[in-house]
């Protein structure tokens, strides 16, 4: 655990976290600035400082994520409509926070290209 790391503390338990989803490998929570009527993060508990760090020996835990991902959707009712799973990485991506999370944002008609 990276005790400077905002995602490890919520996986510790340290902060709170609306979770929809706890497993051996990964948790689901709500993002605390919603931009999309459900907005979910998919994190590994491992601390994983982006998707760019992610290496050969992680292909199991990349594909967990990406399926609870998706399960979480699913279970929240967001499948009909559809829905988007993205990951931020580094300055240029906008990541704010460095441990790994997949957004998952649904509920509404979303933008492409992002900005
Ligand atoms: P990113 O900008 O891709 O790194 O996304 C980080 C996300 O984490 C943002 O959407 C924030 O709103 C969200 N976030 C930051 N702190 C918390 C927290 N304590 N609980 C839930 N979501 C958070």
């Known amino acids: 655990m990276a005790h400077d790391c905002i995602f490890c503390r919520i996986v510790a338990g340290e ?3 609306q979770v929809v989803h706890d497993d051996d490998r990964a948790l ?5 600035n919603p931009q999309a009527p459900t ?3 998919v994190i590994p508990k491992r ?8 290496t050969r020996e992680d ?8 399926l609870a991902a998706g399960e979480a959707a699913r279970s929240l009712g967001l499948a009909g409509d559809g829905y988007r799973i993205v990951t931020n990485i580094g300055r240029n991506g906008g990541q704010t926070v460095s441990h790994l999370h997949l957004h998952v944002l649904g509920g509404r ?3 492409w290209p992002p900005g």
Do not use: Q
Request: glycine content about 10%; cysteine-free; aromatic content about 4%.
């Open 15 to 17: 902060i709170p976290a």
């Open 47 to 54: 601390h994983v400082a982006s998707a760019d760090h992610l």
């Open 39 to 41: 907005h979910l993060l």
């Open 109 to 111: 008609s979303l933008g």
């Open 59 to 66: 292909e199991g835990l990349a594909g967990h994520l990406l």
């Open 28 to 32: 689901v929570f709500r993002d605390v």
